[in-house]
């Protein structure tokens, strides 16, 4: 009996010690993909860039999170700069692998159709502008003051140094004048023409040179004629004309008593 007990003492630690040997060859390689989990954790979704990021939990370590990722311990070191020895920090982010880029979204089709490109205007180069009013000169000082307002139905032109006609309008209400632009740097002439019913008051015909990226300006001035002033004044002219009238009569009238005075008083002093 004593022996037959012996005996299972032996065979159990032969047993023992196979099993501590084959644990021990699987450990050997420190290296090797360790063993899977019975319960791995749910592999993180890839992002944008297709980085697979996984986030420390308390008490996780190289070879638990390696072992569940299904990668051996060198991959994820190398993945992470990771070097032995180093401890895992609670939050720290470790990378596991790549699962390439997720398809984009598609777009709706009003997103997605061409939008045609408008045509950029050509550049004009060396060329300028030349802007011309014609003014009302009420005071005839030849000079725009700040009440002065347009003549319209005017004509202004302008001609190039070949006397060729450049460009040409006729004067509206716009403050600003009559501007004619894209007008290639050289020399012109520049002239208007004052409605009928009007007198010029400063020169009708101005040479200018102009520069490419220049804007000129030019001010014509003109008078109502004597015509249009009497359709304004008649009015108060004719009032005028009987002020002077009435006031010739009370002069006459003065003259005549002053006659009948001095007769009165000659009669009186050749009385007895």
Not at 91 to 115: C, I, K, R, V
Not at 221 to 244: E, K, T, Y
């Amino acid at each position: 009996m004593r022996g037959r007990q012996i005996h299972l003492g032996v065979f159990s630690i032969i047993l023992l010690g196979i099993a501590f040997g084959v644990a021990g060859t699987a450990r050997a390689n420190p290296d090797d993909a360790p063993f899977p989990q019975p319960t791995p954790f749910l592999t993180p979704t890839p992002g944008p860039d297709g980085r697979i990021i996984y986030i420390v939990q308390p008490g996780d370590t190289v070879w638990d999170i390696a072992a569940i990722a299904g990668i051996t311990r060198d991959e994820l070191r190398a993945l992470n700069g990771i070097q032995p020895g180093d401890f895992l920090v609670e939050g720290m982010q470790l990378l596991l692998g790549l699962a390439g880029p997720e398809a984009p979204t598609p777009l709706p089709d009003e997103f997605t159709s061409p939008t045609p490109i408008e045509p950029s205007p050509t550049p004009l180069f060396n060329t300028g502008e030349i802007c011309v009013l014609l003014f009302l000169d009420a005071n005839g000082n030849a000079r725009l003051e700040e009440d002065e307002v347009v003549v319209t139905d005017g004509q202004i032109s302008v001609v190039n140094a070949s006397g060729v006609l450049a460009a040409e309008a006729t004067t509206g209400e716009n403050p600003e004048g009559e501007c004619f632009e894209g007008l290639e740097a050289g020399d012109y002439n520049v002239s208007a023409a004052v409605p009928p019913e009007y007198n010029p008051t400063t020169t009708m015909n101005l040479p200018m040179r102009l520069q490419a990226g220049d804007i000129k300006y030019v001010q014509f001035g003109a008078q109502p004629s004597a015509a249009l002033i009497d359709q304004i004044d008649g009015g108060a002219r004719g009032s005028s004309i009987w002020f002077a009238i009435f006031g010739v009569l009370l002069l006459l009238s003065a003259a005549g008593l002053g006659i009948y005075a001095s007769r009165y008083g000659r009669r009186r002093s050749n009385l007895p």
